[in-house]
T-cell receptor
Framework: AQKVTQAQTEISVVEKEDVTLDCVYE???????LFWYKQPPSGELVFLIR??????QNEISGRYSWNFQKSTSSFNFTITASQVVDSAVYFC????????????FGPGTRLSVLP | DTGVSQDPRHKITKRGQNVTFRCDPI?????LYWYRQTLGQGPEFLTY????????KSRLLSDRFSAERPKGSFSTLEIQRTEQGDSAMYLC??????????????FGSGTRLTVV
């Protein structure tokens, strides 16, 4: 069975602080894909990043960075110098070897960035 | 804008009524997916289509739920005899799949259903 855990239900930070959102996953597939999505109050899911299980290279994109560690089954997401517009619910998701047939989402972490 | 469109955005219905939601995918996308998202949870996969073929429907929540994609373009999700527990956001997504490569997995803004 596949499972995604996001232990942090809600996080509040003050603008310009760095914040890390945790994600731990479980899967028996040897090939799998991990994702982060952002869901602002408007409701749509906005794609942020996809990583393949065979590529553990960490990535930085602007203020966003991701730390993928297969040894601990974690795929953490960091926002540097947070901004009020970053306030949203963030979901970590997992897709197995049959990529795209279905995603398993975590319960989400609600991030509030205060001015 | 050529994103995934869902209609209506909001639906309030009385318990026991039938409801139908529509999803228009990105035009060149051949796969279409339905998810349900309850309050405070992540989306939960329900079913998906490749063109007009429904390739996975075992995750549909009960036999009151059904989905169609008759011409391989738009899709409808129907819930019969609605119950209060059906209140949720219903999300549609689409993607272009060629072999094992998937491009542009895109979600719509969802239909929020409230059963009173």
């Amino acid at each position: 069975a596949q499972k995604v855990t996001q232990a942090q239900t809600e996080i509040s930070v003050v603008e310009k602080e760095d914040v890390t959102l945790d994600c731990v996953y479980e899967t028996r597939d040897t090939t799998y894909y991990l994702f982060w999505y952002k869901q602002p109050p408007s409701g749509e899911l906005v794609f942020l990043i996809r990583r393949n299980s065979f590529d553990e290279q960490n990535e930085i994109s602007g203020r966003y960075s991701w730390n993928f560690q297969k040894s601990t089954s974690s795929f953490n997401f960091t926002i540097t110098a947070s901004q009020v517009v970053d306030s949203a619910v963030y979901f970590c998701a997992l897709s197995g070897r049959n990529y795209g047939q279905n995603f398993v989402f975590g319960p989400g972490t609600r991030l509030s960035v205060l001015p | 804008d050529t994103g995934v469109s869902q209609d209506p955005r909001h639906k309030i219905t009385k318990r026991g009524q039938n409801v139908t939601f529509r999803c228009d995918p990105i035009s060149e996308h051949n796969r279409l997916y339905w998810y349900r998202q309850t309050l405070g949870q992540g989306p939960e996969f329900l079913t998906y289509f490749q063109n007009e073929a429904q390739l996975e429907k075992s995750r549909l929540l009960s036999d009151r739920f059904s989905a169609e994609r008759p011409k391989g373009s738009f899709s409808t999700l129907e819930i019969q005899r609605t119950e209060q527990g059906d209140s949720a956001m219903y999300l549609c997504a689409s993607s272009l799949t060629r072999g094992t490569v998937i491009y542009g997995y895109t979600f719509g803004s969802g239909t929020r259903l409230t059963v009173v």
